[in-house]
């Protein structure tokens, strides 16, 4: 395969000899380099759109642009690609992660889709583990940088796939160690504690079901009152409301495992009795202005509560009432931690949470699991237990 350059309005364009047939054509492909001073980059170009039309000698003139296009377009390509194959709040988070930080990086680097190496992404990864935090206050977490190099990886594969490179380079980088996190939770006693000093509290039936069902906050707010079997007393999980950039309800929840019952025992008939009996109340008072939702948790005038505002409204009843910060979520790790200290066994706590994997469960709450030690150290201090002195 032959070609040439040449300058139109400016600009180096390749001029490739095709063939249809016996028939000559001649494809016109811009390199997005202007004529001054760019003649051996316009060259260099050239040579690597060749070797790469010999090789694939089906390549379209778009993917050939797309080969030689900025890895921030070709990122932006990946999204509008992923939108149509994901739920909402699934692209809220690539979206967000990929605005916020790997465009404004990419972009300003300018460095291509071709030109996108091991070294370049690791360079992108040690610059967000140390100094990627928006407020200047040092890097992003292991976790976080996890998240970029998703996006990053996602992207990449669609290059493969589209044959654009033949191998992925984020597979190579080196990913920070994520440390282990430490879940601050609250005892019964500081349960009991904090239900006292918020009684009469909108907010308090909400957290008394997160921290005795251990729920997410998605799957709390994703509650109707066809979820709440009062004849058979029965809970059922089976909806979520989710929030990154927008509100989003979804007839699902985040896994299979996470779709569960519970039995409604009488504390908790009562608490969703009584907010029944409130909606109904304030469905009278507001009249035509009330929304109808058939969601437990809301505004009086019917509205469903978002979720950021749960979270950030437990965080300031906490600090009104001088108790220890802990987050809306960590009601949920309390809960498998009054499981745990009870003797339930880590199968147990993995079906009562909804967790997918046993692993995910022993992970996070392994070490927690206080109760199962202790009994295990009785058994092997009955067994090892040094031999009584002969009295004679």
């Known amino acids: 395969m032959t070609g040439s350059l040449q300058v139109k309005n400016g600009m180096f364009y390749m001029v490739i000899n095709t063939y249809e047939g016996k028939k000559r054509k001649l494809r016109w492909l811009s390199t997005g380099l202007s004529e001054q001073g760019n003649k051996r980059k316009a060259q260099q170009m050239l040579r690597e759109t060749l070797a790469e039309m010999e090789k694939h000698p089906q390549i379209t003139e778009d993917k050939v642009n797309a080969y030689n296009s900025r890895f921030s377009d070709y990122i932006r390509h990946w999204l509008s690609v992923i939108e149509k194959k994901v739920d909402d709040i699934t692209f809220q988070g690539y979206d967000i992660l990929a605005q916020t930080h790997v465009l404004p990086y990419f972009d300003t680097l300018g460095v291509k889709l071709k030109d996108v190496t091991v070294d370049v992404l690791q360079a992108y990864v040690d610059e967000k583990y140390t100094h990627g935090r928006k407020d200047g ?7 976080t940088i996890r998240l970029h190099n998703n996006v990053i990886h996602q992207t990449l594969e669609e290059a493969v796939k589209d044959g654009l490179i033949h191998r992925n380079p984020c597979k190579s980088i080196t990913l920070p160690k994520t440390k282990r996190h430490e879940y601050h939770i609250y005892t019964s006693e500081d349960l009991q504690m904090l239900f006292e000093a918020l009684a009469g509290d909108p907010l308090l039936p909400l957290i008394r079901v997160t921290a ?52 409604l025992n009488p504390d908790m008939e009562a608490l ?58 960590d009601l949920r790790h309390s809960c498998a931690s009054l499981l745990l200290s009870d003797g ?35 058994k092997m201090s009955e067994k090892l237990s040094a031999p009584q002195k002969c009295a004679c």
């Not at 206050?137 to 976790?143: C, K, T, V």
């Not at 409130?278 to 009278?284: G, T, V």
């Not at 950021?308 to 600090?319: A, E, P, V």
């Open 212 to 263: 005795y069902f251990g729920l997410r906050r998605s799957e709390l707010l994703g509650l109707k009152w066809d979820s709440i079997d009062f004849r058979r007393k029965l809970i059922t999980i089976r909806r979520t409301v989710t929030k990154v950039t927008k509100t989003v309800e979804k007839d699902k929840t985040k896994n299979a495992s996470s779709y569960r019952s519970f039995p």
């Open 272 to 329: 969703f009795q009584e907010v029944k009996a409130e909606q109904e109340k304030n469905r009278r008072l507001f009249g035509r202005e009330y929304h109808e939702s058939d969601y437990v948790f809301t505004w009086p005038d019917g509205h469903l509560y978002r979720p950021d505002y749960i979270t950030r409204r437990f965080s300031k009843l906490l600090k009104n009432h001088d108790f220890s910060h802990i987050r809306f979520h």
């Open 344 to 378: 339930c066994y880590l199968k147990d706590v993995q079906e009562w949470l909804g967790h997918a994997d046993i692993k995910m469960t022993a992970n996070i709450y392994g070490h927690l699991d206080i109760a199962r030690k202790r009994d295990i150290a009785e």
């Open 137 to 143: 206050r040092g890097g992003l977490s292991a976790r």
